[in-house]
């Protein structure tokens, strides 16, 4: 194997980024937002990607301030050690239980191809490949992701393009439908729900050139608002409004329904499905992989990869723990709306408190000295 | 150790290799591949044990209740701590009779490889008939009548009986729309009479009762009388609306079907036909047309007829709020060839055919007008996707009308219907 230099490149980071963001949501959104705010939802996309947009600023600002720590690093710099190190365990939980909670859902959406296998079965399968990876660091993590991503965005492609001949734009009228204060809350939700904005406190000093960052999370927002856009309209132009809500996974529904040509390319929901299964995966990597590297930088661990496989077990327990397929949804919903205020409230302040206590300029200093 | 790790190693692979598979996979020889489904009322109690063998080819299974075993005898009436299940409902009969058509592959196999002329095999596909309550339990009731799994990712038409439909036919839609297998590009069709009997049909170019009914709906642009939805249309329908237009099937004798006409579902229910000329219309004004011949009386001879075919033709309804009232406008273009005259009358000449097109617009709008206040006063029902339009141009008014649509305000609604028709041929005689 080749060695792991761990940098990667600001197109890997782009990647990481975009992948991680539809990780699950990509084949629900549509469904959850035509419950909520019907056909209005492009509007909601809209919102919730300019939500994310300000809390990714401050993070990558945080982040910039400190170009070679992560977040278990100098959080509790800021705060001190006594405030500092509890808040990224509470983040280090969170990112086992995101793991988690998109493991649950990759695996009930897998049972419905393979039903009379046990779920138990497919967790661990998934899990211990991801442990074997993750156990690599974040090149191998990347490049894996690097190769699967192509196909997979041509994949989404195609299946929109197939659908644009079906799709009927008036079913998108009208625009405005839903009030005002549910589109804001509806916007609020979709940014909370965008997991993966939160990596780069993580991943930032794994840059090769940092100073990417933010042409490259933005760019990833935009290449990630254009995906979910993309299929929104056209799962709605394609079932309509109504009929989309009675659907649990609208995306594959409509790559089963598609036929390209009259009956040339049929069962389309074979492509997809093998591809996705690969992208979801990727984010359960990247999740894994954020949890062990912070829980090893609290611990003070040279190597992350020691860290990988006790958090397995608990990844496993903690995805098994939802009884049906609707608690898994209800639960994933109370997830991100609380990581979601965490995100949005956590690099702010820190960035706030670091200002005012001068703690980039007296590290930066000690870092000079250091060398 | 050293010396035993390439065994191991080799062990290892040599598991992954064994082990791995497929743990759900059902061969496809112990598959039956359902063609078509029908659904019914069950047959009364009577008819149990008749129609073993009906019509050489075709093998019937006949139908049973379910939970004829259950021997627990209600007379017996011990003293019972513990509350007792009720015995299974054996007085009730079922609600629905699902019957499957499934090729014999083993006939199929022989017949293909003797060169088509063979015919000396037995028959070629088996039509089993099961009932239960709800789909899934009579699938797997399905079971105790054929020994292979059933599977139904290559389904095509599903039949429900109009009997069936006038109690609603959301009950059956479910099996068919949450079931993964089943493709959403299935024709769906109400059977005039038994359901049972079209699958049963042998028809003499087909091997198969559902491909020759899937075929038949097909071929929309060679008349305009029958309906070519899939089940994907159907859906949409219903969920918007819960009022569509289904194809109308029956089975006029043991060897031939019987495919034109529509089924009016409304609200999920069945509530009447239409007519194979009224079908033409709701075709038209849904600007479904894609082709069709039309009869029109010779201008000049009232007693002959003059026949022109569709070659093309676009529909585009639009809509207005006037005084609070929506009006409907149809507008539509087509274009004809004239491709049959029972007369002697030149029709070489413009003014004539000026005067064929003016005959040919009014039959044509004569024909949309006739369905749409067929709609309107008789059946109550928006198939023609008004409401949708409304809620799509004008929400604030659709919220205040949306729950009385169908039965007050769409009866009132405006509609306008313009289509002119221009001739362009005459094939090759004057």
Redesign the interface.
């Known amino acids: 194997m080749l060695k792991n230099s761990d940098r990667i490149t600001a197109l890997q980071m782009f990647i990481i980024l975009v992948s991680t963001f539809n990780a699950i949501e990509v084949i629900v959104v549509p469904r959850v937002l035509a419950l909520t705010v019907g056909q209005d939802g492009w509007l909601v996309l809209i919102g919730g990607h300019f939500l994310s947009a300000i809390a990714v600023f401050f993070i990558v600002k945080l982040g910039m301030l400190y170009p070679h720590e992560t977040f278990a690093e100098y959080a509790p710099k800021i705060l001190g050690r006594f405030l500092g190190i509890p808040i990224v365990a509470v983040a280090a939980i969170f990112w086992v239980l995101i793991c988690a909670r998109i493991l649950r859902q990759f695996a009930d959406f897998i049972q419905l191809i393979l039903p009379q296998t046990p779920i138990e079965v497919i967790i661990l399968t998934v899990l211990l490949v991801a442990g074997y990876i993750a156990r690599h660091g974040i090149e191998p993590i990347a490049r894996t992701i690097e190769i699967l991503f192509p196909v997979f965005i041509s994949i989404l492609g195609l299946l929109v393009l197939g659908s644009l001949i079906e799709v009927d734009l008036m079913r998108l009228l009208p625009i405005l439908d839903a009030s005002p204060k549910i589109l804001a809350l509806e916007s609020i939700k979709t940014s909370f729900g965008l997991e993966g904005q939160e990596i780069l406190l993580m991943l930032l000093p794994f840059m090769a050139i940092p100073e990417k960052a933010y042409s490259t999370v933005y760019g990833a927002l935009i290449c990630n608002l254009v995906i979910r856009w993309a299929l929104f309209v056209a799962v709605i132009g394609f079932f309509g409004v109504e009929l989309t809500k009675t659907l649990v996974w609208p995306v594959e529904e409509l790559s089963r329904s598609l036929t390209i040509g009259g009956t040339f390319i049929g069962r389309f929901d074979s492509f997809l499905i093998s591809l996705w299964v690969t992208v979801a995966f990727t984010s359960i990597l990247v999740f894994l992989f954020l949890a062990s590297l912070t829980v090893s930088r609290i611990m003070k661990f040279r190597e992350q990869s020691i860290t990988v496989l006790p958090l397995i077990p608990l990844i496993f327990i903690a995805a098994l723990l939802p009884d049906s397929i609707v608690t898994t949804e209800e639960w994933s919903d109370y997830l991100s709306n609380v990581w979601g205020v965490f995100i949005f409230t956590i690099p702010p302040l820190l960035l706030l408190i670091s200002y005012i206590r001068g703690t980039h300029k007296k590290n930066s200093r000690e870092r000079l000295k250091e060398r | 150790m050293k010396a035993i790790r390439p065994f191991l190693i080799l062990i290892f692979a040599a598991v992954i290799v064994i082990c791995a598979g497929?743990?759900?996979r059902v061969e496809i020889n112990d598959r039956s591949i359902v063609l078509g489904v029908a659904i019914d009322k069950p047959a009364a109690p009577e008819e149990e044990g008749q129609g073993k063998e009906q019509q050489g080819g075709t093998q019937t299974g006949n139908q049973q209740n379910q939970g004829e075993d259950s021997g627990s005898s209600p007379q017996k009436q011990e003293s019972e701590e513990f509350l007792r299940p009720e015995p299974p409902s054996e007085g009730k009969s079922p609600r629905y009779a699902m019957t499957i058509e499934t090729p014999i592959i083993k006939a199929l196999a022989g017949g293909g490889d003797g060169g088509g002329g063979g015919g000396g095999g037995g028959p070629k596909k088996l039509v089993v008939s099961a009932t239960g309550d709800t789909f899934w339990d009579i699938e797997r009731s399905l079971s105790i009548r054929i020994g292979r799994q059933d599977f139904y990712g290559h389904l095509k038409v599903l039949i429900i009986s109009e009997e069936v439909a006038r109690e609603g036919i959301l009950p059956v839609m479910d099996f068919f729309t949450r079931r993964?297998e089943i493709?959403?590009?299935i024709k769906l069709a109400i059977a005039n009479g038994e359901a049972r009997k079209v699958l049963e049909v042998e028809p003499p170019e087909e091997d198969f009762a559902a491909f020759y009914l899937d075929s038949m709906l097909q071929s929309l642009y060679r008349t305009s009388a029958k309906i070519n939805t899939d089940m994907?249309e159907i859906?949409?329908d219903l969920?918007?609306s819960g009022n569509v237009v289904l194809p109308r099937v029956r089975a006029s004798s043991p060897t031939e079907i019987v495919a034109g006409g529509a089924a009016l579902i409304k609200d999920w229910k069945f509530i009447g036909w239409l007519s194979e000329v009224e079908t033409s219309g709701y075709n038209i004004a849904r600007g479904n047309v894609t082709g069709g011949a039309i009869n029109i009386v010779d201008p000049k001879d009232p007693e002959g007829l003059i026949t022109v075919l569709l070659r093309g033709s676009q529909i585009k309804t639009s809509l207005e709020l006037v005084d609070q009232k929506p009006v409907y406008t149809i507008e539509g273009i087509s274009e004809w060839d004239i491709v049959e005259k029972g007369t002697e009358t030149m029709l070489w000449d413009t003014s004539y055919l000026a005067q064929v097109e003016k005959r040919l617009e009014m039959e044509v709008q004569r024909r949309v007008i006739h369905v749409i206040d067929k709609m309107q006063r008789e059946f109550k029902a928006d198939v023609f996707g008004f409401g949708g339009?409304l809620?799509?141009?004008h929400?604030d008014y659709w919220a205040k009308v949306k729950s009385q649509w169908d039965d007050k305000y769409f009866p009132e609604a405006e509609v306008y219907v313009k289509v002119t028709a221009d001739i362009r041929r005459t094939e090759t005689k004057t």
């Open positions: 497929c743990s759900n993964r493709q959403q590009n994907l859906r949409r969920t918007d339009m809620s799509q141009k929400p």
